[in-house]
Structure formats: C-alpha cells, structure tokens
C-alpha cells in the first residue's frame, strides 16, 4: 500500500479520535453570521422595557418574557439593593450547608403561601428545579411520562434519573392514557409545562388530572411562563383551571414575571423535605443571591397588589393575537402571551427575524429541533407595559415583511 495513503488513514483514525474534533467541524453559527442572518446573543444595552438599545438603536422588544414588566420596577430594584447592602452579593456556599438565609426561609414560606400549597424550595436557577426535583424523585422502578413538547430542563432532568422515560404526542390525551395503561404497576410522574414556551398553549389540565388519578401518577407542572400571567390572581396553570389541590407539585421560575433569576418547586411539605435532600442541583450548587432573593420577594407583592398589570398584559394579548390573523399570519394554538408566527423552513425564519431587526423589532427565532421541521417560527412574547403605539408598530414592521417573504 502507498506509504502516503496509510499515513492518510492513521491521521483520519487521529482526528476522529479527538474530542474537539466535532468542535472543529461546527460551521452553521459562522455561516449564518457571514450572510448576516444570526438571531443569537445579540447584544443589548439597556433593562428588558418595551424599548431597548441594541447597536445605539432604539428597538421595540416582542422576544423578552417578562410578562408584568417588573425587571426594572423601582420597588424590585430597591429590594435588590437593599439585599445587597444588608447581605453582600452572594453566599459563598450551598442552601445545604452555609447558604441559607433568613430571606431564603422567609421567600420559601412566601412562595407556599402565594400557591397555596404547605411548602416551597428555592433553586438557583429554574433548570436547576426541574433537574433536581425529577432525578430526586424518579428511581430505576419508576416511569417519568412527559410531552414531547416540554422544556428542555424537563427532559434533563428526566436522563438525570434513573427512571424509564416515556415521551406522548404533544397534548394527546388518547396516548397519554396509552402509556399510563402501559406502565399501570410501576410508580409513575407525569411532567408537563403549564403554558408551553414556543407554541404558546395552554396544558389540558381538566383532562390530564382525572388520568393521573385514575392510572395512580402523581403530576407536576412546570408554570414558568404562567405564574403571574394565568389564573385569577396570576398564581398560574392550576388556578387558571380551579385544580389547585389536585396538582401535586407546582414549579416556577423567577426569570419571568417574577423579575430575576432562580426557581421553586412547591408541593406537601413531605414530599418538599425528601427533595430538599436528595436533590442534587440543589445539594451541590451556590445559593440563590440575596439580591434574588429580595427581588422576587418585592415582585410577589405587586403582582398580588397590582391585578391591573394582568389585565393590561391580556388586553396587548388579545389585541395581538386577532391583529396577527387578521394579517393572515398563522400563529398556532397559541392562548397565551407567547405568540408564534409560524413561517416554515429554518433559512426563511433566520431571514425574517433579521429583516424585522432592519424595521426596529426585536423578536426570536425558533428552528430545529427546537420546533418540528418545517415549522420554523418567529416567537413574540409581550409585556403589560407595551403601549398600543408600540404593538401597531409591531404589527405594520410584520405586514411588511411578512408580505415581502411571501408569508402573507
């Protein structure tokens, strides 16, 4: 065999045999970066208001989640300053063993009692919750049923645990029920995102329940994008549905109407204590900051003493939502702030999110695997702080260049 081609191959069986050798062959981001079409870790210059600066230019943002506009509320920021002034910027350990201060216990009693249920525990972040409480909970006999739409902290937490997993089509009740008749004998946790973070729908909660009581499942929902923004009182998925007790395990995050960073899972105080400790992403990882802290403290208050922000952010909803089909976008089954603007292929999607950065708007993208193939989407979200003005703006930079891409 010629020399040179044997030297070809053992230096073909070397590269392959190179961790990094995968990071090397990376190209899409940079692609997309040298068309000018990347929507990822643009920078921004200014809080998460209806206006933001990106590049020195004044943008109207649809692509933040925070729903009741409370990230640069003047009470929250003082709360947060206040903290910092009183505790220093962090707590140089774990809740588990020097980290736990008397505003963690003080916003845990809070969270227990805002959704009425007889505990709560905080997390650093809200991945950490779902990775901590599933994994906690799920063992090698068990079964953790989820949709095939749930959060990607869902799904980790799921591989973190020992436990058999089984995915049903997305709020498909028929193969709900299909597994949970499957796996009747073995201990089961049904796992659900209360409003899903890119279609924008809402769980089928009056149906789900009766099911996971009927096969012997216990079922936690995950009410990121729904606590502040469902249910009478902006307590989320649960109460937006009069189920509150036949929920066993609420979970939220703070990086959404509640104004900051961290996460909570909120249940019977039992079934807390055991997470408290087995959970690792709890055990093992710093403690939420007081500045956090205090801040998701100040927000709890307004969002209780503040019901008009919930109804400012419903009417920019329903204004949004009937002004996009009008338009003829299609937008889903979308029930929620979140709005997807449907548009197809990946490329088209990149585009568009690029031409409306061109017209001063501000949204995400969406693309494998993150969504289907084929329904690549534009994901708006909006604010109880977005004025009228700014929504028609943001509806006539869409007519534009929906029409221009042939959306429309």
Same mark, same amino acid.
């Given at each position: 065999?010629?020399?040179?081609?044997?030297?070809?191959?053992?230096?073909?069986?070397?590269?392959?045999?190179?961790?990094?050798?995968?990071?090397?062959?990376?190209?899409?981001?940079?692609?997309?970066?040298?068309?000018?079409?990347?929507?990822?870790?643009?920078?921004?210059?200014?809080?998460?208001?209806?206006?933001?600066?990106?590049?020195?230019?004044?943008?109207?943002?649809?692509?933040?989640?925070?729903?009741?506009?409370?990230?640069?509320?003047?009470?929250?920021?003082?709360?947060?300053?206040?903290?910092?002034?009183?505790?220093?910027?962090?707590?140089?350990?774990?809740?588990?063993?020097?980290?736990?201060?008397?505003?963690?216990?003080?916003?845990?009693?809070?969270?227990?009692?805002?959704?009425?249920?007889?505990?709560?525990?905080?997390?650093?972040?809200?991945?950490?919750?779902?990775?901590?409480?599933?994994?906690?909970?799920?063992?090698?006999?068990?079964?953790?049923?989820?949709?095939?739409?749930?959060?990607?902290?869902?799904?980790?937490?799921?591989?973190?645990?020992?436990?058999?997993?089984?995915?049903?089509?997305?709020?498909?009740?028929?193969?709900?029920?299909?597994?949970?008749?499957?796996?009747?004998?073995?201990?089961?946790?049904?796992?659900?995102?209360?409003?899903?973070?890119?279609? #924008?729908?809402?769980?089928?909660?009056?149906?789900?329940?009766?099911?996971?009581?009927?096969?012997?499942?216990?079922?936690?929902?995950?009410?990121?994008?729904?606590?502040?923004?469902? #249910?009478?009182?902006?307590?989320?998925?649960?109460?937006?549905?009069?189920?509150?007790?036949?929920?066993?395990?609420?979970? #939220?995050?703070?990086?959404?109407?509640?104004?900051?960073?961290?996460?909570?899972?909120?249940?019977?105080?039992?079934?807390?204590?055991?997470?408290?400790?087995?959970?690792?992403?709890?055990?093992?990882?710093?403690?939420?900051?007081?500045?956090?802290?205090?801040?998701?403290?100040?927000?709890?208050?307004?969002?209780?003493?503040?019901?008009?922000?919930?109804?400012?952010?419903?009417?920019?909803?329903?204004?949004?939502?009937?002004?996009?089909?009008?338009?003829?976008?299609?937008? #889903?089954?979308?029930?929620?702030?979140?709005?997807?603007?449907?548009?197809?292929?990946?490329?088209?999607?990149?585009?568009?999110?690029?031409?409306?950065?061109?017209?001063?708007?501000?949204?995400?993208?969406?693309?494998?695997?993150?969504?289907?193939?084929?329904?690549?989407?534009?994901?708006?979200?909006?604010?109880?702080?977005?004025?009228?003005?700014?929504?028609?703006?943001?509806?006539?930079?869409?007519?534009?260049?929906?029409?221009?891409?042939?959306?429309?």
């Amino acid at each position: 065999m010629d020399s040179r081609l044997v030297q070809d191959s053992q230096m073909a069986v070397k590269k392959s045999s190179d961790i990094f050798d995968k990071c090397y062959r990376f190209n899409k981001a940079k692609v997309l970066m040298s068309q000018g079409l990347y929507p990822y870790f643009r920078v921004i210059h200014s809080a998460q208001e209806p206006e933001i600066i990106m590049n020195g230019k004044r943008m109207i943002m649809v692509g933040s989640n925070n729903y009741l506009g409370l990230t640069n509320h003047p009470k929250v920021k003082e709360a947060a300053i206040e903290a910092i002034k009183k505790y220093g910027t962090g707590c140089a350990g774990s809740r588990f063993l020097n980290g736990t201060l008397d505003i963690h216990v003080k916003l845990e009693e809070k969270l227990a009692r805002f959704m009425r249920k007889q505990a709560a525990l905080v997390f650093s972040t809200g991945f950490q919750v779902n990775l901590g409480v599933i994994s906690a909970l799920v063992s090698k006999e068990d079964v953790v049923i989820i949709d095939k739409m749930d959060h990607a902290s869902i799904i980790d937490g799921c591989r973190l645990s020992f436990g058999e997993i089984k995915k049903f089509r997305h709020n498909e009740l028929s193969d709900l029920e299909r597994i949970l008749k499957e796996y009747e004998d073995k201990g089961k946790l049904i796992v659900i995102d209360g409003v899903f973070s890119m279609e #924008g729908d809402i769980a089928k909660l009056p149906e789900i329940v009766p099911l996971a009581k009927k096969y012997g499942a216990r079922l936690m929902v995950d009410d990121a994008h729904s606590i502040g923004v469902l #249910g009478n009182t902006g307590r989320g998925t649960a109460e937006h549905f009069g189920l509150e007790k036949e929920v066993d395990l609420l979970m #939220g995050t703070y990086s959404k109407s509640l104004a900051s960073i961290g996460g909570f899972i909120t249940g019977d105080e039992k079934i807390i204590h055991y997470i408290k400790h087995h959970a690792r992403s709890l055990i093992f990882s710093a403690s939420p900051p007081p500045a956090s802290v205090a801040s998701v403290s100040a927000a709890l208050d307004i969002i209780e003493n503040e019901p008009e922000r919930r109804e400012k952010l419903w009417k920019n909803t329903t204004k949004m939502l009937s002004g996009f089909k009008e338009l003829g976008f299609q937008v #889903g089954s979308s029930q929620t702030p979140i709005i997807p603007v449907i548009v197809g292929e990946d490329e088209k999607a990149f585009v568009m999110a690029m031409m409306l950065q061109e017209e001063g708007v501000f949204a995400n993208v969406a693309v494998t695997p993150a969504v289907p193939n084929g329904k690549a989407l534009i994901r708006t979200s909006y604010m109880a702080i977005h004025t009228d003005e700014h929504l028609d703006i943001v509806l006539s930079a869409f007519k534009k260049v929906g029409k221009a891409l042939g959306i429309i």
